[in-house]
């Protein structure tokens, strides 16, 4: 095992024999000395386990003060200790040498004892913080592990249960996708040009996850009504839009955490994202700001990909007819706010429907 280090710099060798002998007698360290400070920077760069620096003020070539100012560049002072060992009295040669960050000041003349006493002081001082510190940061580094792998966990099955409606509702398999695509998409520019919504970036990452669990109602939908090639009757419409609160009672009894951020947008979405910013939306004809802005984002990206997108009861529409549709009303009331996001995402939104078509997303 390598030893630790202690690098010795002063211009006389009687005061380098002296230091030098405070720790011969002990084979913990390997002792490096200097004569000046530009031989010490040599030995700071070639040296790789230096724990401890005693330096002088003093000395021809360069100072003591000029290798603490290259410590400081190379922020080498939090990582090594430094005692300045100076003959000097005046209280500005100690104010200076504490203001660069130096763990002791010791005047000469010294007494060994004492220096060696103070040396393992500041030795141990510095190996407690740099192992605590190594601790923290493997600690945080577990941390992450588990919140990613736990994020990633949720993310599956997120992902699996939203799968398992489109299956069964015959989509592409690729429509919960698409939507957490495209709302990502619109809350970037939300959060951009319309600073009053307090969007962040972490928030928009729990409102594209979210998303993806707008639709997680239709499981409870009768296959007769859910895959009905032809137009829905009005009972069997209103059988159709309970999906909204079905969803909310499974979030409900599967979701523990329900104060937390995320839930209130999973439930947010579930429930409101068929609303529309007249009323006559549904389940509870919310109007205006009464409506998420998380619904309200996932509500628009859900009617532009059921539009594109084939349907047992439709053929697809092309990008641009399906932003006119969606821009002249024939889909919906949408605030001004999100039509305004919607013209801004316009060619986004088209990219990725083409990009999806070129790779064949089945």
């Known amino acids: ?45 070639n040296s790789h386990n230096l724990i401890l620096i005693l330096l002088d003020v003093v000395m021809p070539i360069m100072n003591g003060f000029k290798v603490l100012e290259y410590m400081q560049e190379h922020d080498l002072l939090e990582k090594i200790p430094v005692i300045l060992i100076t003959s000097e009295d005046a209280l500005d040669t100690d104010d200076q040498a504490y ?11 010294f007494y060994p004892h004492i ?26 580094e577990e941390i992450r592990a588990q919140v990613k792998e736990i994020r990633e966990s949720n993310e599956f099955m997120i992902d699996a249960l939203s799968s398992v409606v489109e299956f069964r509702s015959a989509e592409t398999g690729e429509h919960t996708r698409r939507i957490k695509y495209f709302t990502r998409i619109m809350l970037k520019y939300l959060m951009k040009y319309f600073p009053k919504y307090g969007l962040t970036n972490a928030k928009i990452d729990m409102i594209a996850r979210a998303s993806a669990l707008h639709d997680i109602g ?37 979701y523990k955490n329900q104060s937390s951020e995320f839930y209130r947008y999973c439930y947010e979405i579930c429930r409101h994202h068929h609303e529309r910013w007249d009323g006559n ?9 009464q409506i998420p802005i998380s619904a309200q984002i996932v509500a628009i990206a859900d009617v532009y990909d059921a539009l594109v997108s084939p349907r047992v009861y439709k053929s697809s529409f092309a990008n641009h007819v399906a932003y006119d549709m969606i821009m002249g009303g024939e889909c919906g009331v ?29």
């Open 1 to 45: 095992m390598e030893k630790q280090q202690i690098l010795i710099v002063d211009d006389e060798e009687v005061n380098r024999a002296i230091l030098h002998e405070m720790f011969r007698n002990t084979e913990e360290y390997e002792l490096l000395e200097a004569a000046n400070g530009q031989e010490a920077i040599i030995q700071i760069e």
């Open 334 to 362: 949408f605030s001004p706010d999100v039509l305004e996001c919607f013209g801004l995402a316009k060619e986004d939104f088209f990219n990725i429907v083409e990009v999806i078509k070129m790779f064949d997303f089945k």
């Open 281 to 289: 939306g549904y389940p509870d004809h919310l109007a205006g700001d």
């Open 218 to 254: 239709k499981i409870g939908i009768p296959d007769a009504i859910l895959l009905k090639p032809g137009k829905l009757t009005d009972e069997e419409f209103e059988v159709i839009k309970t999906h909204t609160t079905i969803g909310c009672s499974i979030l409900e009894r599967s």
């Open 115 to 140: 220096v060696r006493r103070r040396s393992r002081n500041i030795i141990e001082l510095y190996q407690s913080r740099f192992n605590m510190e190594r601790r923290l940061r493997e600690q945080e």
């Open 99 to 109: 203001a660069y960050g130096v763990a002791d000041v010791i005047h000469k003349p």
